[in-house]
């Protein structure tokens, strides 16, 4: 749409601003995409994001918005083409739900497991292969989160376990494991085959030495 | 109008569990309130929410929905009268934006305050002043944050209006100075006499109990004050 302007701010390897350009590119929303030095953030960045500092922010005509999953909401709401979040209120509270769950339960856990040392670390894996696990209850019958096609939970989750098989080349435990999580496993394998999510992932290699980095900080 | 067959589990001092009646009772729709012990959790409960094993629990048409902010879109999605959130996308950006930040660093600050002791309480009060600051701008030259009515976001931050105080009792302490606050404070007045609000809020002195025999029980741990301050 003319004079639309779609602006995103972020960092190749942020998690969460894979997610909005995941969505934008389901959508076929043109963006300018700035990428911002973290150690070093812009004037324009501390503007759009004054409470939070972080990215992603989405700026659309001159108006900005920060939290991934806000962005998820506002991107689909504004744009109607290709749904993300499926029509029943269930189903969509579904997606919500599992959104949430990953960022609340999972996450913390699958860094604790990563971050931590010896007895510490033995009950964090324990821990994120439990919250892992659940997560298969939102696959029932489905290929995807959001059933036949992806939607608004696959995006939400499916940089999870490319991060995970990142990081556990750095530390070595394991967390998804094909045999106790064949759903999950099967899932991911089919969400990161398909064309726009794949060629939107951070390069491996530049992944895992930046993971490197932060794991042995 | 689907209000048959619909139940909340609460725990009556949760104000996680108060801001789905709250909604519920905005829009007429009648519901089976089912108190939950959390300390001594029943069946029902974990068979409806085994992730979490936490209320709210909103049931309706038997499926349950969790995650109070969930449940609160999904009683807009599926009871169309007294919209809470705007239309506007980016309004409705804006108000879950601050819903989440009162959760995420308002509540736990608060409540950290009032459990922890010495340096603890001092940094959660200085985090949870910081954010009462930046919702003051928020609510400035405005009855509720829904405009003239309440709204999404005046549900979600209710809580603030009657749990806060309480906090600030049991703590001996003040987060919502009325000089520094004055906006914030004005809305809470307007909030609290909302006849939909006052009919629905637990017992003050109940509350100060509960809270009273919490502080004895609950520290913050280390992971707590790393995560939340």
Redesign the interface.
């Known amino acids: 749409m003319e004079g639309d302007s779609v602006k995103l701010l972020g960092f190749w390897g942020s998690p969460a601003v894979l997610r909005v350009k995941w969505a934008l590119a389901v959508k076929g929303i043109e963006c300018q995409y700035v990428e911002e030095d973290l150690s070093n953030k812009s004037d324009m960045l501390l503007k759009y994001n004054p409470?939070h500092k972080k990215v992603p922010v989405l700026v659309?005509q001159g108006?900005p918005?920060?939290?991934s999953l806000?962005?998820l909401?506002?991107i689909d709401?504004?744009w109607k083409q290709n749904p993300l979040l499926p029509h029943s209120?269930?189903e969509?509270?579904q997606a919500?739900?599992w959104s949430?769950?990953v960022d609340d339960?999972c996450m913390?856990t699958v860094v604790a497991a990563f971050s931590k040392v010896g007895e510490e670390q033995q009950k964090a894996a324990e821990e994120a292969r439990e919250n892992l696990k659940?997560l298969e209850?939102g696959l029932e019958g489905k290929q995807f989160f959001g059933g036949d096609n992806i939607g608004f939970a696959d995006i939400a989750i499916g940089w999870l376990p490319y991060w995970i098989e990142i990081a556990e080349e750095v530390v070595a435990i394991n967390l998804i494991d094909a045999g106790s999580m064949p759903k999950l496993n099967s899932w991911f394998h089919a969400f990161i085959d398909i064309p726009i999510i794949k060629e939107l992932l951070p390069p491996r290699h530049k992944l895992l030495h930046h993971t490197k980095a932060f794991l042995q900080a | 109008m689907g209000s048959e067959d619909v139940k909340v589990l609460c725990f009556w001092a949760s104000p996680f569990s108060i801001r789905v009646e709250w909604a519920l009772k905005l829009k007429g729709v009648d519901y089976e309130y089912i108190e939950q012990d959390v300390f001594n959790k029943s069946t029902l409960l974990l068979e409806l929410n085994p992730?979490?094993k936490k209320v709210p629990v909103l049931v309706?048409a038997s499926?349950p929905?969790?995650?109070s902010?969930?449940?609160l879109?999904?009683i807009d999605?599926?009871w169309k009268q007294h919209p809470l959130l705007p239309q506007d996308?980016?309004q409705?950006?804006h108000d879950?934006?601050w819903a989440?930040?009162a959760e995420n660093k308002l509540l736990y600050a608060s409540f950290i305050a009032m459990v922890a002791t010495g340096d603890d309480t001092e940094k959660a009060l200085n985090v949870a002043r910081d954010s009462v600051e930046?919702i003051e701008q928020e609510i400035k030259g405005k009855k509720f944050f829904g405009g003239d009515n309440i709204g999404y976001l005046d549900i979600a931050l209710g809580w603030i209006s009657y749990w806060i105080p309480v906090y600030e009792e049991v703590g001996s302490m003040q987060i919502l100075d009325p000089l520094r606050f004055p906006a914030i404070n004005a809305w809470m007045t307007n909030f609290l006499n909302h006849p939909v609000i006052k009919d629905r809020l637990p017992p003050r002195d109940d509350m100060v109990a509960y809270f009273h025999t919490r502080k004895k029980i609950v520290s913050p741990t280390y992971h707590d004050l790393m995560?939340y301050l």
Do not use: Q, W
Request: charged share 35%; glycine share 0%; no cysteine.
């Open positions: 409470v659309h108006k918005l920060a939290e806000l962005i909401e506002y709401e504004t209120p269930y969509r509270a919500r739900f949430k769950f339960k913390p659940r209850v | 992730i979490h309706h499926k929905i969790l995650e902010f969930v449940i879109e999904y999605e599926t996308p980016y409705r950006a879950r934006f989440n930040f930046k995560k």
